[in-house]
């Protein structure tokens, strides 16, 4: 089993700059890719970032390359979310997921932005 939980979300104004942990414990020794999701209001959940074990690969959603950056740190079992430049629409639940033979998520930390 694996835990996961996020923190850093809050209210921002557009513009704004927020950034999310994930914290991981349990069989963290399992854990492989670890990646950032998110879910707004009547939308499907969907991928914002996600980062190989080592944190050399990277991958983004169109809609935030060039603003977010994730990275992992694994002596401290914990993966980053920096969001830059905040826009209205970026607001969601955020999830942190970690795969192993399964996948494992977080219950979601909520980033409001204000226009």
């Known amino acids: 089993q694996v835990q996961l939980v996020e923190s850093g979300g809050g209210l921002v104004q557009a513009g704004g700059s927020l950034r999310l942990s994930c914290a991981a414990s349990?069989?963290?020794?399992?854990?492989?890719?670890m990646g950032w999701f998110r879910q707004a209001p009547g939308k499907e959940r969907e991928l914002v970032a996600e980062?190989?074990?080592?944190?050399?690969?990277?991958d983004y959603a169109d809609s935030v390359k060039g603003r977010f950056t994730i990275s992992r740190d694994n002596a401290k079992n914990t993966v980053f979310l920096q969001m830059n430049s905040l826009k209205p629409e970026d607001t969601a639940v955020y999830y942190c997921?970690?795969?192993?033979?399964?996948?494992?998520w977080g219950k979601g930390t909520l980033v409001f932005v204000s226009s």
């Open positions: 997921n970690a795969v192993t033979w399964q996948d494992y």
């Open positions: 980062t190989n074990w080592s944190g050399g690969r990277t």
């Open positions: 349990g069989r963290i020794l399992s854990i492989g890719p």
